[in-house]
């Protein structure tokens, strides 16, 4: 499922579907989409930045078009405990390598992984440098 921004409107909360993992997509070329992302990050419940939740940067592959400062898509992260995943999604080899990533987080958060649980998921993405 997909949502432009959080809240989700309550209305349908009956039929909506466990979330096992929030994806915030930030296009590196939009200022606006790093600030939708900051706002909405204050309406996710802090459980879920236990391993359940991960920034997907996408435009990486055109420099000099970015509006975002990589190093400000990292400090996020990090200051969330969450991975950061960049990606060229015009790039059909590199947007199916990612898919596949996003499609095995999501089977570990939703613990359809047999001896791994998200968080320690988590803890096996950080990188050495965070120590």
């Given amino acids: 499922h997909l949502?432009?921004?959080?809240?989700?409107?309550?209305?349908?909360?009956h039929l909506r579907p466990r979330i096992d993992l929030v994806v915030f997509m930030i296009d590196i070329k939009s200022k606006y989409s790093l600030k939708n992302v900051k706002t909405s990050l204050a309406h996710v419940d802090a459980s879920f930045?236990?391993?359940?939740?991960?920034?997907?940067?996408?435009?990486?592959?055109?420099?000099?078009?970015?509006?975002?400062?990589?190093?400000?898509?990292?400090?996020?992260?990090k200051a969330y405990c969450s991975p950061v995943l960049f990606c060229e999604l015009e790039l059909e080899g590199i947007r199916v390598t990612t898919a596949q990533r996003l499609t095995r987080m999501l089977q570990i958060c939703a613990g359809h992984i047999?001896?791994?649980?998200?968080?320690?998921?988590?803890?096996?993405?950080r990188n050495s440098d965070d120590d």
């Avoid at 991960?54 to 990589?70: H, K, Q, W």
């Avoid at 047999?114 to 993405?125: H, I, K, Q, T």
Wanted: glycine share 10%; with cysteine; proline share 6%.
């Fill in 3 to 13: 949502a432009t921004s959080l809240p989700l409107p309550s209305e349908r909360d």
């Fill in 49 to 77: 930045f236990l391993g359940k939740v991960c920034f997907l940067v996408t435009g990486v592959g055109r420099v000099n078009a970015c509006s975002i400062e990589t190093n400000a898509i990292c400090k996020l992260g």
């Fill in 114 to 125: 047999p001896g791994v649980s998200a968080l320690s998921f988590a803890s096996l993405m």
